[in-house]
């Protein structure tokens, strides 16, 4: 154990990683009172394509009943719908004209996070670490 290098623990590193860009972004987001993560899911919501609940759940890889709280949430807000599919297999949810105002609004932050980021690792490390990123997620 002595001889483990826990600096470069890819868990650790990417945990502190996630932090330091979630706080980031969500500093952008309180500006039109919603967070990152509520940005993230109605993102999702906007681009699904009649995906259940469970279908949006796994495309954002996050856990079933964290996304159901977080749509609740945006519901009670009036800034999504949600209704039962036709075969009654789970509920598809679509923005609001509300939602939409509000993510509309929020687009020109989230553009000013990205450009933030890429900023500070430049245009060929950005496009490296989206894509080390998107491999991460396959594991």
């Known amino acids: 154990m002595e001889d483990d290098d826990f600096s470069q623990c ?24 919603m967070t990152a993560g ?3 899911v109605l993102v999702a919501i906007r681009q699904a394509r009649d995906e259940t609940t469970g279908e949006l759940a796994e495309r954002l890889s996050m856990d079933r009943t964290t996304l159901v709280r977080n749509i609740a949430l945006l519901d009670r807000k009036g800034l999504v719908v949600s209704a039962r599919t036709g075969d009654a297999r789970g509920k598809n949810h679509h923005l609001t004209g509300k939602g939409e105002a509000l993510l509309e ?18 245009r060929e490390e950005f496009l490296k670490t989206i894509n080390v990123l998107q491999r991460l997620s396959q594991l």
């Open 10 to 33: 890819v868990l650790d590193n990417a945990r502190k990683a996630a932090r330091a860009v979630s706080r980031h972004y969500d500093r952008l987001a309180r500006q039109v009172g």
């Open 38 to 40: 509520q940005f993230s």
């Open 105 to 122: 609004s929020a687009l020109p932050l989230w553009r000013q996070a990205q450009k933030d980021v890429e900023t500070l690792l430049g």
